[in-house]
C-alpha cells in the first residue's frame, strides 16, 4: 500500500513539514511515482514510524527512538529504558514538588485575602535570610558597609556561596524585606529568605553572609502592601507606635516575605514583648 505524504502526516498528527523532516534525518524515505512524480511511502516506512511513535510515548525523544528502534541486543535495550524509567520518576518527582510549592502559596495568598489589612498575633517560622548589601549602612550594628564587603575575597566568595545557595533552593526561597528600628528612624533592606526547615532538608550550608532569625512566638502578623521608601511602610510604622503605646516593645527586625509580587503584597511579622 502507498501512503501520499498528506496521508502520512494525518495518520499520525504530523504536519508535511513533520514528516519531511523525518526522511531528511534519515529515519524513513520516500518513492517517486514513475507516472506523475508524486511522493510517496510504503508500509515500511509507516511501520518505522510506528516504532518511533512507541518509544516516544515511553517518554523518549525523537533522537532517542530512532537510535532505540536500531538496537537489536535485549540487554542494551533494557539498559535504556532503566536509565529512561528513572530518568522520569525524578522528573514526576520534581513535578510533585512544584505542586505542593503551588499549593502552599496559593493557600497563602487566599488566607492573606481573607486576613486583609489587620494584624493578629501568630508565630514567625525560623529563618535564614541575606540581605542586599547596598540596603545595609554603617548605623547597622551587625554588618559593615558594602564597599568594605566586596573588597574582601574571602567576605565575597562567601556573598557569592550563600546567593547561589539560596538561588538553588527556589521556590523555597522567596524575596524578603527587612526592616530594622535604629536611632529613631528604620533602616529598609531587600534580600531573599528561606524557611530554617526548607533550608535543612534542601541543604543549604550558612555561612558569615546568611542571617538565622529562630522562631518568635509572639508577633503580629499581617499582609501589607509596602514600598522601599519610608511611606512605603507607614501601615507598619504606625503599628510599630501603636504597640509601644500600649506598653509593648519591637522585640528585633521585622521580617518581610513576598506574597504577590505584582502588587508588593508581603507577608509581615513584627516581634514583640510586653513590658508589663
Known amino acids: 500500500m ?16 513533520g514528516v519531511r523532516y523525518l526522511e531528511q534525518r534519515g529515519f524513513i524515505h520516500s518513492y517517486r511515482d514513475e507516472n506523475n512524480s508524486y511522493r510517496y511511502y510504503d508500509r515500511v516506512q509507516v511501520t518505522a514510524i510506528k516504532k518511533i ?10 533522537e532517542e527512538a530512532a537510535v532505540l528502534v ?24 520534581q513535578t510533585r514538588k512544584m505542586i505542593g510549592a503551588l499549593k502552599a502559596h496559593t493557600g497563602k495568598i487566599s488566607a ?4 486583609g489589612s489587620s494584624w493578629i498575633t501568630a508565630h514567625r517560622p525560623a529563618m535564614y535570610r541575606i540581605s542586599v548589601w547596598e540596603d545595609l549602612d554603617s548605623k547597622s550594628e551587625s554588618h559593615q558597609k558594602g564597599p568594605d564587603k566586596a573588597s574582601d575575597p574571602v ?3 562567601e556573598r557569592m556561596e550563600a546567593e547561589s545557595s539560596f538561588i538553588s533552593c527556589i521556590p523555597n526561597v522567596l524575596l524578603s524585606i527587612l526592616i530594622r528600628k535604629q536611632e529613631g528612624d528604620y533602616l529598609i533592606a531587600r534580600g531573599s529568605c528561606i524557611e530554617e526547615a526548607d533550608a535543612q532538608r534542601l541543604g543549604v550550608a550558612p555561612n558569615s553572609q546568611v ?12 499582609v501589607v502592601k509596602i514600598g522601599l521608601e519610608k511611606q512605603g511602610i507607614r501601615h507598619i510604622t504606625d503599628k510599630v507606635d501603636d504597640m509601644e503605646s500600649h506598653g509593648e516593645m ?3 527586625d521585622i521580617i518581610g516575605r513576598m506574597l504577590i509580587e505584582g502588587e508588593a503584597y508581603h507577608e509581615i511579622w513584627i516581634p514583640f514583648k510586653r513590658t508589663c
Do not use: N, W
Open 250 to 252: 519591637l522585640s528585633g
Open 112 to 115: 492573606a485575602k481573607s486576613l
Open 211 to 222: 542571617d538565622y532569625y529562630p522562631r518568635h512566638t509572639d508577633c503580629y502578623y499581617s
Open 155 to 157: 567576605t565575597y566568595r
Open 2 to 17: 502507498r501512503y501520499r505524504i498528506g496521508e502520512v502526516a494525518q495518520l499520525f498528527g504530523l504536519s508535511k513539514g
Open 53 to 62: 511513535r512507541f518509544y516516544q510515548a515511553l517518554g523518549f525523544s525523537l
Open 70 to 93: 536500531k538496537i537489536k541486543d535485549s540487554g542494551q535495550l533494557m539498559d535504556r529504558m532503566l536509565c529512561k524509567e528513572h530518568e522520569l520518576a525524578t522528573q514526576i518527582e
